[in-house]
């Protein structure tokens, strides 16, 4: 018999239902979990790790404000690594590297002109404020009010290292593993690939937002956060690196909380936190608050430093991230 005249086969009927139930859920091309599902997935496990564990193991204990943070924040970046390692290898299928974490002089590099970025920035927004008579500043080397504060230096030493680890964690889940696996699940005859990479961008942004909105005291004021996301996102789709939102991210933190006292602005947090310098805000809330026109105004500027750095570093502008997923054939090793 020739082979033109050879039977096919042809899956049964219990097959074809199986693969037809299971279409919404496994990508049979990819050989893995769709998007949305590996997004969800990761997303739950990492909320369960950074959230409910450390509130459940913590929510009674006496350490001083500064150590409390830094030992939560240890325990919730080892638990959210692991779950993304694990997480990576077998339901993702890519190397970590490939969220971005190309680790290596360049990299650091990139990760330095950040955290300089936000420095600047934020300091101009202090500068703002003092300049219109918005604010004051009531005192210099704080260790905050705390009954059991340390003394300022150590505090101060425990709030870098706190959000050094923030700005990791938050930079790998929200950038490198949702907007790029919500790139590629966009990537469909309904969206190119610059159009699949702007819907994840808008996506990973938007659940960025979500996720602070317990600091947002309005619906316009969440989207300050959102404004945050795009910015950390745009940077990572340029670069295709972690390592200029992470600096921005770390230093954003530790600026706003611990270096210029911008934060003192929340009733939660006033007179708290160690800071180098603590100001009195007085001007008005649209302007002054978190999510002010001022601190608006320094998210732009965030962007545009670091387009202008990225133009000069990397000699262009264009978009690095690729939506295209390579079916997973590489070793683990």
Known sequence: MSKSNMPRDVDSPSKQAKRTLLAPFWNRTENRLRALWRILGAFILVATGS?????????NSDLPPSLLGLTQNIFTVVTVLLVIVIWARY???????????????EWV???????VIAFVAWGLALAVHLTVGWTHISAVLSPGNAANALPFAVALIAFVAQFLLVGIWEELLFR??????AAEGFHTQWFSERGAVLAGLVASSLLFGVVHVDQATSLPALGFWVLMGLVLGSVYVITDSLAIPIGIHFATNLAFNNVYGLSNVRPETAEVAAALLRPEFTGPTRF????GLVNVGVVVLIAVLSIGYVAVQYDSIRVRVSPVYTVYSRSHN
Request: aromatic share 4%; hydrophobic share 40%; proline share 5%.
């Open 51 to 59: 959230q409910v564990l450390p509130s459940v193991l913590f929510s």
């Open 176 to 181: 490198g593993l949702v907007l790029k696996n």
């Open 109 to 115: 590099r990139d990760a330095g002109a950040g955290v």
């Open 91 to 105: 339901v993702d299928r890519r190397r970590l590297t490939e969220y971005g974490l190309h680790v290596g002089p």
């Open 288 to 291: 002054v608050g978190v999510s």
